[in-house]
């Protein structure tokens, strides 16, 4: 269980790239299936070839924000639309990816005799992998970057990104660049997945050209059963969520698998009807506000105001309104 969940942490990076584009620019970016591979074979290939494993890592971020500023280049310079954009991207970064590889599959155990090191290796000489210790290495790594998109949402350039997000209209109006807060935006958040990318080939011990495939389900479902639970009241519980749900997706797909309710190639399945249950729940407003009662991070209905009896008959202050007819009256005998 303490693998999911550190698989869920590693995720959250990509779910948070998602939360970026899908929950904060309204713009569903579907290269995430490609910059994940990207990211993961960016720095598989760099560590293949003995590079220092900080390095790889931060390279296939590079790669992967490198992916989406193309994307973004697409949408804003060419006028394409942005899901098709980003369906473009993705299927060019196919051959890029094993451009980049060499081959459809890189593993990072032994080469030459020799142990290839990632960041993961010292955890798994000290036998400290898949354990409590990295849990909690991981889910301050996971913390911190978390803590990083919400301080850059709440800048002034961040507040223009989510006017975009909210109304392109109105925030061109007011003077904001529309086409640079997408490019930063959509930059931004594939950087997040090519990190994670980076970081799950070194979890798992090999980068797969196809390893990024269906992810986009994997980072809504995160991005919005995490919603769903803690709610979008505070922008620190709305990016805080995402991180929740995708260890909360880790651990259904682990204990569905672990009690044999589904087979292995079923989880991308599991993720759509999660997906579907999530959204089916967020637009169902009886139901939000069933669970609203119970949830503190929610709104809450403002209580009704208490009226003191002596203070409700007592005259209001400041003078008193005249009749008009009587008014009248006094002004003819005049």
Do not use: C
Not at 2 to 23: P, S
Not at 222 to 247: D, E, H, K, P, Y
Request: aromatic letters at 8%; proline letters at 4%; charged letters at 10%.
């Amino acid at each position: 269980m303490i693998r999911a969940v550190d698989q869920g942490l590693i995720f959250a990076l990509l779910a948070l790239g998602v939360f970026l584009t899908y929950r904060i620019l309204n713009v569903p970016d579907l290269t995430v299936d490609g910059s994940f591979a990207t990211g993961g074979g960016t720095a598989a290939i760099l560590l293949y070839s003995g590079a220092e494993p900080y390095l790889a890592t931060l390279a296939g971020a590079a790669t992967g924000a490198a992916a989406g500023l193309i994307t973004a280049l697409i949408h804003t310079k060419l006028k394409i639309d942005a899901l098709l954009a980003s369906i473009l991207t993705m299927l060019a970064l196919y051959s890029i990816n094993l451009r980049i590889m060499g081959t459809a599959n890189v593993g990072l155990n032994m080469r030459d005799g020799k142990t290839i090191r990632t960041v993961f290796t010292p955890l798994k000489d000290a036998n400290l992998l898949n354990s409590w210790e990295t849990l909690v290495i991981l889910t301050v790594v996971a913390l911190v970057f978390t803590a990083g998109v919400v301080w850059f949402l709440s800048t002034n350039f961040g507040l223009a990104v989510q006017a975009t997000g909210d109304n392109p209209t109105m925030a061109l109006a007011n003077g904001v660049s529309t086409d640079w807060a997408k490019i930063v935006a959509l930059t931004l958040a594939n950087a997040l997945v090519g990190l994670s990318g980076a970081l799950y080939a070194q979890f798992q011990g090999y980068a797969d050209v196809g390893m990024g495939i269906g992810l986009i389900l994997v980072g809504l479902a995160s991005v919005i059963v995490g919603n769903a639970m803690l709610g979008t009241r505070f922008m620190v519980l709305a990016a805080l969520g995402v991180v929740v749900g995708s260890v909360v997706y880790r651990l259904v797909l682990f204990f569905a698998l672990d009690w044999d309710l589904v087979e292995s190639g079923d989880t991308r399945l599991i993720s759509a009807v999660l997906v579907i249950v999530a959204l089916v729940f967020s637009q169902n407003q009886k139901l939000r506000d069933m669970f609203s009662r119970l949830s503190p991070f929610r709104w809450k209905a403002a209580p009704e105001p208490l009226t003191d009896p002596a203070l409700a008959a007592a005259p209001a202050e400041g003078p008193t309104p005249t009749d008009p007819q009587a008014a009248r009256s006094s002004l003819k005998e005049v």
